[in-house]
């Protein structure tokens, strides 16, 4: 309860967008996003994804991200003790859940285990916008990524007009941003936070660092 609040609290008085840089797997890479003010870094805990990392090697790369950057751990389809069992050997302060997860089960998950956890929703024409609107400010937070065949980023977008207004700067968007489109984003939009992965890489699990700082540019600008 105390969680809910507080983070309703900071969803309604804080103004700049947040950004995630996402799918991490090199130290470097990690200290440029930090040098560069990122806000959250992601590491992707599902072994069919190109950019896995183990639990260890995350364990490792941590080490790297200083007091007041977020760590966040990216799931598809674990069940509570996967999760757990990797909360017990890295030191990740969100979840984030990519894959079919129910919403029940995310909220369950964050009372549980007493961490912020993050909702991922692929957006297409059945997208129930009425749950959505019923979870966002009962989860840490609701992502909205674009629809694809696989789990995880797809490097494609989706229509930004579907989302209804008054969800707009509650969410965080995802889905295809790069740097020329995430200013487009936060005019149309202006999101609570942007994630972004395959927009940031010249390979996959592999950022560009000139990409990274540009991306901060048109988000701070």
Known sequence: MI?????????????????????????EDIQTAVALGADALGFVLYEKSPRYV????????????PAFVSTVALFVNADEAQIQSVLQKAPIRSVQLHGDESFAFALHLQQMLNIPVIKAVR?????????????????????LDSDSAGYGGSGHGFDWNAIPQPLRSRI??????TVDSVGEALAQIAPYAVDVSSGIEVAKGIKDADKMRAFMQNVLR
């Open 54 to 65: 183990t639990p260890e090697r995350v364990a490792q790369l941590c080490a790297h991200v």
């Open 172 to 177: 965080i968007l995802s889905g295809g941003l």
């Open 123 to 143: 957006v297409n024409a059945q997208t129930d916008w009425g749950q959505i609107a019923q979870y966002v400010d009962q989860l840490s937070g609701v992502l």
């Open 3 to 27: 969680l809910r609040k507080r983070w309703g609290w900071l969803k309604s008085t804080i103004m700049r967008t947040r950004v995630k840089f996402c799918g991490f797997t090199r130290e």
